[in-house]
């Protein structure tokens, strides 16, 4: 992990591909969390944001970082328990279904993962 701010987390991954597969693991084990360890009245529900490209700087020790502004607001987009991802991620993943949503965000369009945990 990279960071984490308010209720938000930072991480990094050596490919768009290794992101999204610990997004859907992250998305599929919540269900026994909330069963088995959150104590919290309401489940906890996550939106998962995915951006990928090249950065001059290391995301360790900048705080704030383009390539993380922009997966966060792309986070926004994904609905509770989803996972959102830029057209750059799309590339790498192209075998995994998704739908484009009608308004780009910071420049880039955006798709929503149809099948966001590993359920069968």
């Given at each position: 992990?990279?960071?984490?701010a308010?209720d938000?987390a930072?991480l990094?991954?050596?490919?768009?591909?290794q992101a999204?597969?610990?997004s859907?693991?992250?998305q599929?084990e919540?269900?026994?969390?909330n069963s088995?360890v959150?104590?919290?009245?309401d489940?906890?529900r996550?939106?998962?944001?995915?951006?990928?490209?090249?950065?001059?700087?290391?995301?360790?020790?900048?705080?704030?970082?383009?390539?993380?502004?922009?997966a966060?607001?792309?986070?926004?987009?994904?609905?509770?328990g989803?996972?959102?991802?830029?057209?750059?991620v799309?590339?790498y993943?192209?075998?995994?279904?998704?739908a484009?949503?009608?308004d780009?965000?910071d420049?880039?369009?955006?798709?929503?993962v149809?099948?966001?945990?590993?359920?069968?």
């Amino acid at each position: 992990m990279l960071s984490t701010a308010g209720d938000g987390a930072v991480l990094g991954f050596e490919s768009p591909e290794q992101a999204l597969t610990a997004s859907k693991k992250v998305q599929t084990e919540m269900t026994e969390f909330n069963s088995q360890v959150n104590r919290l009245v309401d489940p906890l529900r996550l939106r998962i944001g995915i951006h990928c490209g090249q950065t001059a700087s290391s995301l360790q020790e900048v705080p704030y970082n383009e390539l993380i502004d922009i997966a966060a607001h792309v986070e926004a987009s994904a609905p509770v328990g989803g996972i959102a991802v830029t057209e750059q991620v799309v590339k790498y993943i192209e075998d995994e279904a998704v739908a484009e949503i009608k308004d780009e965000i910071d420049g880039h369009r955006v798709s929503i993962v149809l099948n966001p945990t590993n359920a069968a």
